[in-house]
């Protein structure tokens, strides 16, 4: 049998900006939150989901290709938010930025490259780069009377430079997922 992967192409960011944000945790201490440990913070370009040992070559090749076509970019994370946004109760607190061109393009590349090949949902929704910070405890939250629900909402300017696009598998475990990059690939 087949080993299947849960993969998803990802930009990591530098631990300076990994800790930036992880310091938000403190800030917003009073929301009913699962903080995501600061070693997985990072954007998610692509999920592909569950695929075979087949697959994941095809999918390291692609991301390769991609890699060679596009030069580094920045990334300017500008707010920190309930999302998605205007939904009650939230689902997350995350850190969101622009849909950059250079993104857009990597994205649609790798889509384009694999979507033949492999068997994955396509996101119709418009590419706009996040780092997930926290998930919300639903029930704790609807459990806060309205008034007394802690805001969050801010503008921030956190800048770092894309340098590499990477493979990441992600392991279900009993304290959340895991996840490990399967391989690195750098922009020019």
């Known amino acids: 049998m087949n080993k299947r992967h849960r993969i998803f192409v990802a ?71 309930y999302g998605p946004e205007d939904k009650i109760p939230p689902r997350y607190i995350f850190a969101s930025g622009q ?26 929704n418009v590419f706009t780069p996040h780092v997930t910070l926290a998930k919300i405890k639903e029930l704790e939250w609807r459990a806060i009377e309205p008034e007394e629900r802690q805001e969050v909402g801010e503008d921030i300017a956190l800048t770092f430079t894309v340098e590499s696009i990477e493979v990441m598998e992600s392991q279900l475990k009993r304290g959340g997922p895991q996840y490990a990059v399967i391989e690195s690939h750098f922009l020019q």
């Open 99 to 124: 849909a950059l061109e250079p993104m857009q393009n990597i994205k649609k590349e790798l889509e384009d490259a694999l979507f033949e090949s492999i068997n994955f949902k396509l996101d119709k």
């Open 11 to 81: 930009i990591n960011l530098p631990e300076s900006t990994k800790k930036k944000l992880a310091d938000f945790e403190q800030k917003y201490a009073n929301v009913p939150a699962k903080w995501i440990p600061v070693d997985n913070l990072h954007i998610t370009t692509l999920f592909l989901g569950d695929i075979t040992d087949q697959d994941l070559s095809l999918v390291c090749q692609a991301v390769k290709e991609v890699a060679l076509r596009h030069n580094t970019f920045n990334v300017v994370l500008e707010k920190i938010a």
